[in-house]
């Protein structure tokens, strides 16, 4: 057996040499690699912190000791150490673990998560309540450093190194030198190494109480010596800032040590205030592949292990992605008002190639959604016409700047929902199921969603003519296959698209379902039934004129969504006609039920929730059955 195979839980671990755990790294992302060629997932950044699972692990005494891992995304090496061995190849697949934490899914995982900086504010809170309890077992909060540009640290931090609280949280920062100052230096490594001593922290307490007691200079001592201290750890480290949070910080130290982690970890966790360990990685360590190109592997499909080139038929359709950064780029060559703006996304949302054309145009905010809406809405003020590029999960973390920072004034931001509707393998944090609902509520904005993508370029277009605020979501994935046009035209705002005509019933569809209501309606055609199917284009406004005098002459109305029925596209449309007056004989709402959409493949998931072309005609024969 190997050395991974003979661990179903932390207590196997603690039963290795020390000697033997690089051998067990190894195996770690032998078996990570190997699983995430199939299934895809996040390797790079799983790759990075497997010494420091190990040492985690290695340490503390989990699951009593609880680790909550910022986005859950670097966790596959946990996993693999807290008796998940036998599922792992399930990863990512419908029904299999989950590519993220999830407390049902196992007691080692503190926390849910899928979104980046909660690790900090959670860990805290977990904390405290443990310390209500009299429960002295210790929180570990790992959080990356690209999750430090998020202002939700900054909270948490804030609060946790309140002097007045029993708090001693430990944070491990994981710098992998994308956000953070890169290592500067052995001689920081070993000073946080010997810094970390018990032995020592109790002697500089001692000290500090000594010169304290020196008759009429004993303050006047210690504030010197407190700030020759600091100053000497500044010079060295980037620690100060951790240290004005009150936090004790200990760092750089290599992550890639595992003597060097389990000697600095096995100290700190006597310690009983805040501590910050500094960790620096390199990310996607222990594959070549990974480590020369870690912003594809960050998030990668599947792929041969062996030369890391992506398995699956290349397609030649340009993925919604794709056509919105390309068009974007376009229409700034000739309006200099455009400005991208991104939260640390840039490859994401497909806004590479603008930032190369129009470097000086081009702002990447970090993860730091909320900063990016308001810092968006500033630049309207003096003229300009930002397009804030998020995917739709993530732009619910800005909902309060949206609706104050933007919608009140009418500012004209342009938001460009990436990864709108059913996203796939990293399940309910990612999906964007939401926002057609939460963004229709506000006044003074305008949502729409495209058919194909040729029809996201138009609505791009009319975004940036529009004089408010206005929402453009479209799905993950390849398009339609629509010839472009060079010169896409703007929409008339608020204007439905009539597809084909019929008398047996009214198909009104938005966004990614259009397709699907299309081949939908020529399937029932060719049982006798004739639909009208429109393309809505738009969920606010509506196309009212049009919508009244096709539901009064065809008063059978199916709506089709990929989001959720609550407060959505159906539910707008079944509101308009009701204060329109207008009563039909039977509505259909088609989408997404009141829960959670667990992860898996975009085709499956739509099937089972009745989101693909069998499921549309199924519901639509069973509503003309019920009213014959």
């Known amino acids: 057996m190997t050395l991974l195979e003979k661990i179903q839980s932390p207590r196997d671990l603690k039963q290795l040499r020390r000697d033997q755990l690089p051998a067990l790294a190894d195996e770690i992302r032998q078996r990570i690699v190997e699983v995430v060629s199939h299934n895809g997932g996040h390797l790079a950044s799983s790759l990075g912190v497997v010494e420091l699972t190990i040492a985690i692990h290695y340490v503390f005494d989990t699951p009593n000791d609880k680790v909550v891992w910022d986005v859950g995304h670097q966790a596959y090496a946990h996993k693999l150490l807290t008796g998940r061995q036998d599922r792992f190849e399930s990863l990512r697949k419908y029904k299999g673990l989950s590519g993220f934490t999830k407390i049902s899914e196992s007691e080692y995982d503190a926390f849910t998560t899928g979104h980046s900086s909660t690790s900090i504010s959670a860990g805290l809170g977990i904390t405290c309540a443990k310390r209500l309890k009299q429960d002295r ?15 939700l640290a900054y909270e948490a931090l804030n ?4 002097t007045h609280k029993d708090t001693d949280l430990i944070v491990i920062l994981n710098d992998n030198d994308m956000s953070i100052s890169q290592n500067v230096g052995a001689v920081s490594s070993l000073l946080s190494r010997t810094l970390s001593a018990t032995r020592l922290q109790n002697w500089r307490k001692e000290f500090g109480e000594f010169l304290r007691s020196v008759p009429r200079i004993g303050d006047n001592i210690y504030n010197w010596a407190k700030r020759s201290e600091e100053s000497f750890k500044a010079f060295i480290t980037p620690g100060m800032l951790f240290e004005a949070f009150n936090f004790d910080y200990f760092g750089p130290i290599n992550a890639h040590k595992l003597d060097h982690l389990i000697d600095i970890l096995n100290n700190i966790k006597e310690l009983d205030e805040p501590v910050l360990l500094h960790v620096t990685s390199v990310k996607g360590k222990g ?16 792929f041969n292990p062996d030369t890391g080139t992506c398995i699956g038929p290349e397609s030649q359709i340009p993925s919604y992605t794709q056509v919105f950064g390309d068009t974007l ?12 703006v991104t939260a640390a996304m840039p490859e994401g949302t497909g806004l590479t190639a603008f930032a190369e054309a129009h470097p000086e145009r081009f702002f990447d905010v970090g993860i730091a959604e909320q900063h990016g809406v308001t810092f968006a809405a500033g630049m309207t003020t003096e003229g300009f016409k930002p397009v804030v590029a998020i995917y739709s999960t993530f732009l619910q ?11 009140i004034e009418s500012l004209p931001v342009v938001f460009a929902l990436d990864r709108g509707g059913i996203v796939g393998e990293d399940g309910p944090t990612h999906h964007g199921l939401f926002d057609l609902s939460y963004l229709r509520a506000l006044p003074n904005m ?11 370029a138009r609505m791009l277009v009319t975004a940036i003519h529009h004089s408010g605020p206005i929402a453009l979501r479209y799905p993950r994935g390849i398009g339609e296959g629509v010839e472009l046009e060079p010169n896409p035209a703007p929409l008339p705002l608020g204007k439905a698209e009539v597809l084909c005509e019929g008398d047996d019933l009214l198909i009104m569809a938005i966004g990614s379902m259009v397709p699907v209501a299309e081949s939908a309606a020529r399937i029932l055609a060719d049982d006798g039934i004739q639909p009208t199917v429109i393309n809505a284009r738009f969920v606010k406004p509506l196309d009212m004129d049009l919508i009244t005098e096709l539901a009064e002459r065809i008063p059978r109305v199916v709506t089709i969504e990929e989001n959720v029925l609550q407060g959505g596209f159906g539910s707008a449309v079944l ?10 004989e039977t509505f259909r709402r088609l989408g997404i039920p009141d829960q959670f959409v667990e992860h898996g493949p975009q085709k499956l998931l739509r099937s089972k929730y009745g ?18």
């Open 137 to 151: 077992s210790k929180v570990l909060a790992v959080i990356g450093d690209g999750s430090m540009t998020a202002g």
């Open 159 to 162: 609060q946790g190194g309140d």
């Open 287 to 302: 594959y070549t592949q990974a480590e020369k190109n870690p912003v594809y592997f960050h998030g990668v499909g599947c």
């Open 329 to 340: 780029t376009q229409i700034a060559r000739d309006d200099e008002r455009i400005i991208a």
């Open 397 to 407: 973390r800005a909902y309060d700047q949206i609706v104050h920072d933007v919608c």
């Open 446 to 456: 305008v949502v729409m969603a495209p058919k194909d993508e040729g029809e996201l």
């Open 575 to 584: 509101e308009a006609l009701t204060d329109a007056g207008v009563r039909v």
């Open 611 to 628: 989101l693909d072309v069998d499921g549309v005609t199924t519901a639509v024969r069973e509503m003309l059955a019920m009213h014959r």
